[in-house]
């Protein structure tokens, strides 16, 4: 069966369905989603294990046209995220839109006809005028190549794939990395497992969370009153913004925060080996920056030990690290993250004259306009693509200001004609792409640590070097003298014209 569409949209996380939305508003119902799972949610479907929830306040990790008055904490737990996604589907009656359990494995763009070719994993064959890329960036655990590994035989899994069928009581655990999920699930099953065994290669800075819980009388103030929650919202995003100063050259903010979280860790830790452990010895924000009120209690409790020597290999029955210890575990927990820098689609994405989209970035390392659309490849719109990552604020934000864009190139893609394209220009792209690296060598992000923000060529392709009121601002309209305007009657003519 064959359908057509005006828009496509790839995936049914917070991108995808703001996507959809957005279009709904605007009055356009043509456009169809997406979704490899049975469910919307994306990340905040995936991610379910123990203490899962956002490090970004909750009235600000979420749409600013869909509020939701009603958050029960400062920062929201992963099921009231995930719901918040479904009630915006029925809000909004998008339900109906979404293909579910429905995995496009090729996308490839037909020049004569002006549209995109996408085909699912069965088969079924679909065309749109224009395809919104919003897979999102956090879909592949990482899981580093440890020597023996597979010689394991105990239960391994990673923590975006939590074995909930697994019961930890009592168990010898080893939590492998300490990143933003790993402060998470630390304190959650430190008082339930026999031994918690925490391998960490770089301590990260950790500040206070505060999470405290929102009365009924402050959700019935917002449901009455919403301007209060859009005040709230906004003081959040600006206190972020200020701290985003800190990682952009402002060294006055950045010792300030150093400061913070260096009482906050002599706060909770009293021995000095352990403090030395604990403390990071790189620049504030060169690594992600994490918030937590109950990670540096759970490592001083008698059952847990960090250690910080490096892992040597993987034996049959534990972990062996380079001092020469080798310790017994039942359990390997992954918490090290996920592969973002090279950005990884489950599928291929043929653009222009046969051009393979994953190809050329292996080349180049991952780069578009603005994080949304990419020479080659016309009238594809990415959705937190290429260097829209943020170390500061809420990437929902990021996310809105791209569908400002998205919204703005449809537009303008409907009044230059029914067969017309955009193309972005090589040199646009080129250009704006190097501005961006020569930006990120003013900022903590490139002063000297290892992190999943860099591609295997040291190259940051996830960041936005910049506050997010600059990327608004640059993402409010688009120049169509950024690109080149084509038509597919005039592509046919000059088909036909080289055939005789």
């Given amino acids: 069966m064959r359908m057509t569409y005006q828009v496509a949209i790839i995936g049914a996380g917070f991108a995808g369905l703001g996507a959809a939305i957005r279009l709904t508003l ?154 933003a999920s790993a402060i998470q699930i630390v304190p959650e099953i430190a008082p339930v497992v026999g031994q918690l065994t925490v391998f960490q290669r770089t301590a990260p800075y950790v500040t206070p969370r505060n999470n405290r819980s929102y009365a009924p009388w402050q959700q019935r103030l917002y449901n009455r009153v919403p301007t209060l929650q859009q005040l709230h919202r906004g003081f959040f995003y600006w206190l ?30 009293s021995d000095p080996e352990l403090r030395r452990k604990a403390w990071p010895t790189y620049k504030m924000g060169c690594k992600r920056v994490l918030v937590s009120d109950d990670y540096y209690p759970a490592l001083t409790r008698p059952n847990v030990e960090l250690v910080t020597d490096r892992i040597e290999a993987v034996t049959p029955t534990g972990i062996r690290t380079q001092d020469g210890a080798e310790r017994p575990f039942d359990v390997l927990i992954f918490s090290t993250g996920f592969v973002v820098a090279d950005i990884y689609l489950n599928q291929t994405l043929t653009g222009r004259n046969g051009r393979s989209l994953l190809g050329e970035w292996a080349q180049t390392g991952a780069q578009a306009l603005l994080g949304t659309t990419v020479s080659g490849f016309p009238n594809l719109l990415f959705l937190m693509g290429p260097n829209t990552g943020l170390g500061h604020n809420s990437v929902v934000h990021m996310i809105e200001s791209q569908l400002n864009y998205a ?29 961006l690296q020569q930006q990120l060598t003013g900022t903590v992000w490139a002063s000297g640590c290892q992190s999943w923000y860099m591609n295997e060529q040291g190259r940051n392709t996830t960041l936005w070097p910049a506050l997010t009121v600059a990327y608004r601002k640059r993402t409010r309209r688009v120049n169509l003298a950024d690109y080149t305007i084509e038509h597919a009657h005039q592509v046919q003519e000059a088909s036909v014209s080289s055939m005789k």
């Fill in 407 to 435: 919204m703005d190139y449809i537009q303008k893609l409907e009044q230059v004609g029914d067969d017309a394209f955009l193309d972005v220009k090589p040199d646009v792209q080129e250009r704006h792409n190097a501005d």
């Fill in 26 to 179: 605007s009055g356009r119902n043509s456009f169809i989603v997406f979704e490899r799972a049975n469910d919307v949610g994306g990340t905040w479907r995936e991610n379910t294990y123990p203490g899962c929830a956002c490090d970004v306040p909750s009235h600000l990790y979420s749409f600013s046209f869909a509020p939701n008055p009603n958050w029960s904490k400062a920062y929201s737990p992963q099921p009231e995220i995930h719901r918040y996604l479904q009630q915006c589907v029925d809000r909004f009656g998008i339900r109906d839109r979404i293909r579910f359990n429905t995995e496009i494995v090729s996308t490839v763009w037909l020049e004569e006809q002006a549209c995109w070719q996408l085909t699912d994993g069965r088969g079924t064959v679909t065309t749109a005028r224009v395809v919104v890329a919003a897979i999102g960036p956090l879909n592949r655990p990482s899981v580093p190549k440890l020597p023996g590994l597979d010689t394991f035989m105990g239960t391994t899994f990673h923590s975006a794939r939590w074995n909930h069928s697994y019961d930890l009581a009592g168990k010898r655990v080893a939590v492998i990395g300490t990143g």
């Fill in 240 to 269: 972020n913004e200020l701290f985003g100063l800190s990682f952009m050259g402002n060294d006055v903010l950045n010792k300030v925060g150093t400061a913070q979280a260096r009482k906050h860790l002599e706060s909770q830790i």
